[in-house]
């Protein structure tokens, strides 16, 4: 009955999509302001744990997100640098994203985290093909503008460059179309590579994969790390690159997924792609019979998923994030000037971040009557996008004897109301507004969700502005890296917070579908919904299902958080 199955149609196979990932990226960062770090082992301190660390300590046998005391009991030299603040790291990432997006023609540049970037780079390609004087590929030249054919670079078109998959040399092409997509991906080898170097004249070395889609562009390039890629040449029959990964390496299939192919098994082992992809009993129907109260579709998903499908398209650039947010936790705050004090200190960094994400400050004529010999600024910042609304969520605090009784975001709940046109006017003092929208929209919405004052114990406050003017999201409900991205987004793996003081518990990670507020948004940036909400356990901490990493137990909690930080490029999922 197996043999008779047929594999799923591929859609987008043409498509050349390069995923690049930088090395060390926190690390690297903070080696770049201080250049004596690069040779001594760093590591980069959240708390008490690594948030990363440089491949030299990694030689030492230090690695991301480890405690502090581990890592230097492995390498007691080791140079810690602190990472709390993210600013630094949040400007490299815009630096690195605007570079990239320069190169591309049709706009589809995307963002996933803060040190990772899509780009469909199709068309770049498929001109460049076409260009291809194929009795003279040793003295090739790549063109990187089709206004300017001088701006460009020299390339053998005879090789791929960097690492391929399979490592073997590849048998003749079967045909002319196959001859076609290894030179596609050929080509893209070497926009990748040229991309690299640019981005290493920013001072900052990275991975790349090349493939023809989005999930295998990343698979790829997650293959030799760090400052290299590795191009996909068996894209259009992906089975062996993927068979022999778990499936937890594969975005997208947690420990839901996986425990409901394990039941269709009829296994308790861990399972690799090609168990799930060949076995007779696995099929789309059945997939979504055994993931019931999943999303509609999700057994054609993963079944697709399996076989190295994607067809989601890399989405188009922007300018501006979708919407920015900023929260802190607390060990219960109890008293109302402890909440007013919080709300103060997260809106300031808000309108912080706000100006940096959402000013142009690149030089706007200001309007008349200043005359030129005018010692007013002859420009002024501009608005490139207003939030219309801004949402207050807070959280209860359950102290660790409580926490076994609730889900993480048990009491988790948010208010909206619509953001105050004052707080765009850039003539007035911040700290006064500040205090205006702490006091007239802050507070009231945070007494509506916590009517009674007397019993107060927050957790957690979180304002986030949000519903930015003109700004529609992209993303198609069949898209496999959106479902990525909104896991991300949702902030699920906060859920493993539990984890930290009850490391048996890791089953604290299934929680991702709880986050529910009490007030769904009307303001949504998003209309779909989210789709992986399981996780994977590991008998060394978890496996973070958004981004793949091991998680051990007591730095779960940080890598929630990472998750979090980027929310100003992610789209609000609905249930926000
Ligand atoms: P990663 O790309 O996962 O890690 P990395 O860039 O440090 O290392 P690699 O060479 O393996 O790609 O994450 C990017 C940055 O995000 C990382 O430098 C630190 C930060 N980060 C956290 O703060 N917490 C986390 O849990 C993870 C995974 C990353
Ligand atoms: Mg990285």
């Known amino acids: 009955m197996d043999s008779k199955r047929k594999a799923p ?58 405690g502090i005391q581990e890592a230097k009991r492995l390498c007691p030299d080791l140079v810690l640098a602190d990472g709390e603040d993210l600013s630094p790291f949040r400007d490299v990432s815009k630096r690195i994203y605007s570079l990239l997006k320069s190169y591309s023609w049709n706009g589809r540049v995307e963002r996933l985290g803060l040190d990772e970037v899509f780009l469909d780079v199709t068309d770049i390609v498929a001109y460049n093909l076409a260009l291809l004087n194929h009795h003279n590929l040793e003295h090739s030249w790549f063109c990187l503008s089709r206004e300017d054919p001088e701006k460009g670079f020299e390339f053998d078109a005879r090789e791929v460059k960097g690492c391929v998959w399979p490592p073997e040399p590849e048998p003749r092409p079967q045909d002319e179309g196959d001859d076609n997509q290894r030179l596609r991906l050929l080509l893209g080898s070497h926009l990748g590579f040229h991309l690299r170097q640019q981005i290493e004249s920013l ?46 390496k594969i975005p997208g299939i947690g420990s839901k997924t996986k425990q409901a192919l394990k039941t269709l098994l009829k296994t308790d ?90 000013l142009d400050d690149s030089e706007q004529p200001v309007t008349p009557p200043f005359p030129s010999s005018s010692p007013f600024p002859s420009s002024k910042p501009r608005w490139l996008g207003q939030p219309k609304t801004i949402r207050l969520t807070t959280r209860p605090y359950y102290p660790p004897s409580e926490r076994d009784d609730f889900e993480y ?63 529609k999201h992209a993303a198609g409900g069949s898209d496999i890296m959106a479902a990525f991205q909104r896991q991300k987004e949702v902030g699920e793996i906060r859920a493993v917070a539990f984890a930290e003081e009850r490391p048996n518990h890791l089953d604290d990670v299934a929680f991702a579908s709880q986050q529910l507020d009490m007030e769904p948004a009307k303001d949504s940036d998003s209309d779909e919904e989210a789709e992986w909400v399981d996780d994977d356990d ?39």
Request: hydrophobic share 35%; proline share 6%; glycine share 8%.
């Open 9 to 66: 149609r591929r859609k987008g196979d043409d498509r050349v999509i390069l995923h690049f990932d930088l090395d060390c990226f926190y690390a690297q960062c903070i080696e770049n302001a201080n250049p004596s770090l690069k040779t001594l082992p760093l590591g980069i301190k959240q708390k008490s744990i690594l948030a990363t660390c440089n491949y030299v300590a990694r030689k030492h046998g230090v690695k991301k997100l480890m």
């Open 203 to 248: 001072g900052y070395t990275s991975a790349c994969g090349i493939s023809t889609n989005k999930l295998l562009a990343k698979l790829a390039g997650d293959k030799n790390k760090p400052r290299n890629q590795t191009t996909l040449l068996s894209s259009a029959h992906p089975a062996p690159f993927l068979d022999p990964l778990p499936l937890s």
């Open 269 to 358: 082992e861990d399972l690799t792609v090609h168990n799930a992809r060949t076995h007779p009993a696995v099929s789309p129907f059945a997939l979504e019979r055994a993931l019931d109260g999943g999303e509609k579709g999700i057994g054609q998903k993963v079944w697709l998923l399996l076989h190295g499908i994607d067809s989601s398209e890399v989405k188009p650039a922007r300018d501006i994030p979708r919407q920015i947010s900023i929260e802190d936790t607390y060990r219960g705050l109890t008293d109302l000037s402890q909440i007013r004090a919080g709300l103060v200190q997260i809106t300031t960094s808000l309108l912080k971040r706000m100006h940096v994400d959402l």
């Open 409 to 471: 975001n048990h009491g988790r709940a948010s208010k909206s109301a619509p953001l105050p046109r004052y707080i765009f006017d850039l003539a007035t003092n911040t700290g006064m507004i500040v205090e205006r929208l702490v006091e007239g929209t802050l507070l009231p919405l945070f007494h509506s969700l916590n009517p009674d004052s007397n019993n107060l114990r927050i957790g957690l406050l979180n304002v986030c502005v949000i519903n930015m003017d003109g700004e």
């Open 538 to 576: 590991h008998q060394d901490g978890v496996r973070c299902h958004l981004c793949g990493c091991v998680i051990p137990v007591f730095a779960v909690e940080a890598h929630g958080r990472w998750h979090e930080l980027d929310e100003g490029y992610r789209v609000e999922p609905r249930w926000w």
